[in-house]
């Protein structure tokens, strides 16, 4: 049976995360609060802002950039996207 969260980003009860997503206070948090769905659609849209930005992993400034979109997405903030990017076609 699947444990449910309050999910911050869609305000309704829906299936957690079956365990944090990385260690620490913020994975617990991120656990505690944040949806399956929702992390799924972070993942999404974090790796197009990776692709479409060319953002290096490697670099202090470009990890701090997408830890800060992680929480403005979570929060029905307004966060950055790609300019002109186009979702394909499913």
């Given at each position: 049976?699947?444990?449910?969260?309050?999910?911050?980003?869609?305000?309704?009860?829906?299936?957690?995360?079956?365990?944090?997503?990385?260690?620490?206070?913020?994975?617990?948090?991120?656990?505690?609060?944040?949806?399956?769905?929702?992390?799924?659609?972070?993942?999404?849209?974090?790796?197009?802002?990776?692709?479409?930005?060319?953002?290096n992993l490697?670099?202090?400034?470009?990890?701090?950039?997408?830890?800060?979109?992680?929480?403005?997405?979570?929060?029905?903030?307004?966060?950055?996207?790609?300019?002109?990017?186009?979702?394909?076609?499913?």
């Amino acid at each position: 049976m699947s444990r449910t969260v309050f999910c911050r980003k869609y305000r309704e009860d829906l299936p957690g995360l079956e365990q944090p997503p990385f260690p620490g206070p913020k994975g617990q948090e991120i656990f505690d609060t944040v949806s399956q769905r929702a992390w799924d659609a972070w993942l999404a849209h974090q790796t197009m802002l990776i692709n479409e930005k060319r953002l290096n992993l490697m670099d202090l400034t470009a990890r701090t950039y997408l830890n800060e979109q992680r929480d403005k997405f979570f929060a029905g903030a307004e966060h950055d996207s790609a300019e002109g990017y186009v979702p394909p076609s499913r």
